[in-house]
């Protein structure tokens, strides 16, 4: 079955430290990819997505995620990470069967230490 | 501001009621889906609707139904509710299948 695993639940890091958050999917084919981030009581923002081409992509707020179809990853990066993005991240992809279907992750909790 | 609206965004109803949350879509965007949100659970897919018609239904029980209207606003109707219905309700458009989704705020329903 179509599943997205975000492996890590809660992760913390300190500000000014780089982030890696992974994101792995179940599918035959390459999916459309997205990384959203819920901030408390607020609704999901969209990050950045994939769709084809280039598998580096570029998003919002200065982060970026990579598409690697060998690992069925699409993890996000961020070099310098800021007090403001502590928030929620989710991974979601869209596969095509029949109809188009979301899947997202569970989320990945950040929390940013001063 | 995701140009997706609902309201209300604060909801406290008793058990055994039944309430309506409505969101109005992006303009020009034609699918609207519905989440459900709770700290067990997780985000949780419902439904779909496109131009009006269901497209795909999640995890969405028999007390609850849905429907997008001719002018492209949806309504998630929920009844006979449960202690365990409380929870953020989210719902979201996209211009097409497959494009990526534009959330709304959200509905807080908390039932006592």
């Known amino acids: 079955a179509q599943s997205v695993t975000q492996p890590d639940i809660h992760i913390t890091v300190s500000e000014g430290a780089s982030l890696e958050l992974r994101c792995n999917y179940s599918?035959?084919?390459?999916?459309?990819l997205f990384w959203y981030v819920q901030s408390p009581g607020q609704g999901l923002q969209l990050l950045l997505k994939y769709f084809s081409g280039d598998t580096l992509v570029q998003g919002i707020k200065g982060f970026e995620a990579e598409f690697k179809r060998s690992q069925s990853s699409f993890n996000l990066r961020k070099p310098s990470v800021h007090w403001s993005d502590a928030a929620e991240y989710f991974c979601?992809?869209?596969?095509?069967?029949?109809?188009?279907?979301?899947?997202f992750g569970t989320g990945t909790r950040l929390k940013v230490l001063a | 501001d995701s140009g997706v609206t609902q309201t209300p965004k604060h909801l406290i109803t008793a058990t055994g009621q039944r309430v309506t949350l409505r969101c109005s879509p992006r303009?020009?965007?034609?699918?609207v889906y519905w989440y459900q949100q709770s700290l067990d659970q997780g985000l949780q897919f419902l439904i779909q609707?496109?131009?009006?018609?269901?497209?795909a239904k999640g995890n969405i029980l028999e007390r609850f139904s849905a429907q997008q209207f001719p002018d492209l606003h949806s309504e998630l109707n929920l009844s006979s509710l449960e202690l365990g219905d409380s929870a953020l309700y989210f719902c979201?458009?996209?211009?097409?299948?497959?494009?990526?989704?534009?959330f709304g705020p959200g509905t807080r329903l908390t039932v006592l």
């Open positions: 979601a992809v869209v596969i095509t069967s029949g109809t188009y279907k979301y899947i």
């Open positions: 303009s020009g965007d034609l699918s």
């Open positions: 599918y035959g084919a390459t999916p459309y």
């Open positions: 979201a458009s996209s211009v097409a299948g497959g494009s990526e989704q534009f």
């Open positions: 609707y496109y131009n009006g018609e269901e497209r």
